[in-house]
Nanobody, 116 residues
Framework: QVQLVESGGGLVQPGGSLRLSCVVT????????MAWYRQAPGKQRELVAT???????NYAGSVKGRFTISRDNAKNTVSLQMNSLKPEDTAVYYC??????????WGQGTQVTVSA
């Protein structure tokens, strides 16, 4: 059974930083494209960043230059370093692992709140 467990969310002031982590268990981590999504209250879930099996990152325009996605295949972990946080970054952040249409898994989400 594949499981994704996120950690690292919390409350931070505008301009601050947080680091989210997601550990994948029950499968071969390196086969997955990994991604972080977020969903703010009343809004649709949106893609924040992805990282391919080969380690190539891609970012939503709203976070480019502030967020960094990385993966450690030895530790089955994907991370999201978030700097210069803004109130509009407030959301539940979800980790996603996708190998194909069948092998597509989600974590339970972790809350990030940016507020003074």
């Amino acid at each position: 059974q594949v499981q994704l467990v996120e950690s690292g969310g919390g409350l931070v002031q505008p301009g601050g930083s947080l680091r989210l982590s997601c550990v994948v268990t029950g499968s071969i981590f390196r086969i997955y494209t990994m991604a972080w999504y977020r969903q703010a209250p009343g809004k649709q879930r949106e893609l924040v960043a992805t990282i391919t099996r080969g380690g190539s990152p891609n970012y939503a325009g709203s976070v480019k230059g502030r967020f960094t996605i990385s993966r450690d295949n030895a530790k089955n972990t994907v991370s999201l370093q978030m700097n210069s946080l803004k109130p509009e970054d407030t959301a539940v952040y979800y980790c996603n692992a996708r190998a194909d249409a069948i092998r597509d898994y989600w974590g339970q989400g972790t809350q990030v709140t940016v507020s003074a």
